[in-house]
């Protein structure tokens, strides 16, 4: 489905993301984890071509791109097979609820307004927000906002979507709103990269772990292996601390 290989980003003269190798298979959960700075967001907005990256190559569905030298409309291409549900939610503070959802398929895709309603309407029901359709952003509460990002990146019909940290902004009980949307989206069968923070979504839902130090792979291990079996110090370290202080809930 997607493989990332030999993928480098330099930032100011440093270099944060060192030739990193990454696969993710059809209808697979994969889970990023690391520590602050590891590189994980800027892995993923890589992936995604939000950022350039200065070297490695990235293949989707079975077409091969150069990151470093990709043209703004091959990037363009490969972002319309991808959905990217941001930290921030990024949903137009002057657009509905149903408005947000509807954008993207309107103006980039091109479809019929009533058809772009319908899909909106259907991807919000499966989110649980077809009741405030013509609500504002600023109305909703963060997980609201959140789930109706993630709406948005289904609308699209994306072969991966791609989440950075979709929780951080919550408090505990939005966050348990959007994990649950997340865990269902899972069990639909969608491929997703999730770069995230909660333990308990990484060790229940995610088929695999990828784990980030100092913008290198550590380890690349099945969820339950790496959680229950840990064969590195650096790991072991890792689980150990985020189980006993992050959230562990049970999504």
């Keep these: 489905m997607l493989a990332l290989a030999g993928v480098r980003k330099t930032f100011g003269g440093t270099e944060v993301l060192h030739g990193i190798d990454l696969s993710v298979h059809k209808g697979e959960v994969v889970a990023v984890l690391g520590p602050s700075g590891s590189g994980k967001t800027t892995l993923l907005r890589c ?13 989707l569905a079975g077409e ?9 409309r091959q990037a363009a291409k490969a972002r319309r097979r ?4 941001f930290q921030g939610y990024n949903l137009f503070r002057n657009r509905t ?10 103006v980039a895709r091109k479809m019929p307004r009533a058809e772009a309603e319908e899909r909106a309407r259907a991807c919000l029901a499966r989110v649980g927000m077809e009741d405030r359709c013509d609500a504002y ?35 505990p009980e939005l966050t348990g709103e959007v994990l649950g949307v997340m865990r269902r989206l ?7 990269l999730v770069v995230t923070h909660e333990m308990g979504f990484a060790r229940n839902v995610a088929d695999r772990v990828v784990f980030m130090e100092a913008g290198s792979v550590v380890v690349q291990a099945p969820a339950r292996e790496f959680f229950e079996h840990p064969d590195n110090d ?3 370290a890792f689980v150990a601390h985020t189980m006993g202080h992050l959230g562990t809930r049970s999504f």
């Design 186 to 192: 899972a069990e639909d069968g969608m491929t997703m």
């Design 97 to 106: 609820v149903l408005g947000n959802v509807c954008e993207g398929l309107i």
């Design 137 to 171: 952003p600023n109305a909703l509460s963060g997980g609201q906002q959140q789930r109706v990002a993630i709406a948005r990146a289904m609308a699209t019909d994306p072969e991966i979507i791609f989440f950075d940290e979709p929780t951080s902004a919550l408090d």
């Design 234 to 236: 650096r790991v072991r």
């Design 82 to 85: 991808t959905g990217f549900v």
């Design 64 to 72: 091969r791109l150069d990151l470093a030298s990709a043209t703004s």
């Design 47 to 59: 992936a995604n071509l939000l950022e350039r990256a200065d070297a490695g190559t990235l293949e």
